[in-house]
């Protein structure tokens, strides 16, 4: 019996510190190769009477690499939340478009008709109608909104715009406005994202409280995920270690019995860059074919060595 709770206890801490070195090395990874390159990324916002959004998005994508992944068949773009509906390709280039959701994000998948290879652009036009976007402010009668569009991880975007509809806007953080919209212009490094925020007099739409953006409806970032199994496994290890009768304290003056109470309290946030609470974010960007059978997280972390280490511990 000592004997299987030292093998339990040991192969435990080996996942454990496997799974804390595979975390830390989130922070010292290369600067990845990228495959792709976003020419131009143009969003367009109009609103509807109850103050659902009809979202215009104009991509250019260019492909840099088509070996290392294959060549570009599809691309996912992160759009707010689940609440989308009329997903509606307009370029004839496009064979499929539909709502995805992978690994907590809320996509739009996109499948060409033909491959892309090194060196060529796609231009692609696509549109959705997005709810459950705004927050309202009753003690400030204001109807406020935040959208980030999709970002990508490893890409970089050479220029983005986003055009929003002025009419009716009180306030926002747009540097300009241009022909009847306002604008938001810049171009992104990997991972870097834009966001435009508006307000409305609360009477401007007809809202209603039960349809206001919900926090977590972006989804749970991958770091945030590979935490939570570092804490379960760390709270695992500490039951199992105080349950075995063969460690240190049961053979010293502190050991018996105890009851352990653990308390937990979070709030996970999605992986936008919020100020509050009430914002409407988009989720982890773009990719493309051959994405999925990669390291997404770049954890480093291999099943072959976890498979190893078990059989390890198996034995001993």
Not at 36 to 56: C, F, K, L, S
Not at 76 to 84: L, M, T
Not at 122 to 144: N, W
Not at 183 to 209: C, G, H, Q
Request: glycine share 6%.
């Amino acid at each position: 019996m000592k004997k299987q709770h030292r093998s339990l206890v040991w192969s435990i801490s080996c996942l454990a510190i496997m799974i804390i070195i595979s975390v830390m090395s989130l922070t010292v990874y290369a600067k990845p190769k990228p495959l792709d390159e976003i020419e131009d990324y143009d969003i367009t916002v109009n609103m509807r009477p109850d103050g659902t959004m009809d979202i215009h998005y104009d991509i250019e994508w260019l492909v840099l690499d088509s070996t290392s992944e294959g060549p570009l068949e599809w691309v996912k773009i992160g759009c707010p939340n689940s609440h989308v509906d009329q997903i509606t390709a307009l370029t004839d280039n496009i064979k499929s478009i539909k709502y995805m959701s992978e690994n907590g994000g809320s996509y739009i998948r996109i499948d060409f008709k033909r491959q892309y290879s090194a060196g060529e652009t796609v231009k692609f036009s696509y549109s959705i109608h997005q709810s459950y976007m705004y927050a309202i402010e009753e003690d400030k009668h204001l109807c406020r909104y935040s959208f980030t569009p999709g970002w990508f991880e490893e890409i970089e975007v050479n220029h983005i715009r986003i055009r929003w509809n002025d009419s009716n806007i009180i306030e926002s953080n747009a540097p300009k406005t241009e022909d009847g919209y306002l604008i938001w212009e810049s171009s992104l490094d990997m991972n870097e994202r834009l966001n435009a925020s508006v307000k409305y007099n609360l009477d401007a739409f007809d809202t209603n409280p039960d349809e206001q953006y919900q926090e977590g409806d972006s989804g749970i970032s991958g770091t945030m995920i590979v935490i939570v199994v570092i804490i379960i496994i760390v709270v695992i290890l500490l039951i199992i270690w105080a349950a075995s009768d063969d460690g240190y304290n049961s053979r010293s003056g502190f050991g018996g019995r105890s009851t352990t109470y653990i308390h937990t309290s979070s709030c996970v946030r999605s992986s936008c860059a919020c100020v509050s609470c009430a914002c409407a974010c988009a989720c982890a960007g773009g990719g493309r074919a051959g994405c999925s059978l990669k390291d997404f997280y770049r954890t480093n972390l291999k099943m072959e060595n976890l498979e190893h280490t078990l059989k390890l511990t198996e034995k001993a």
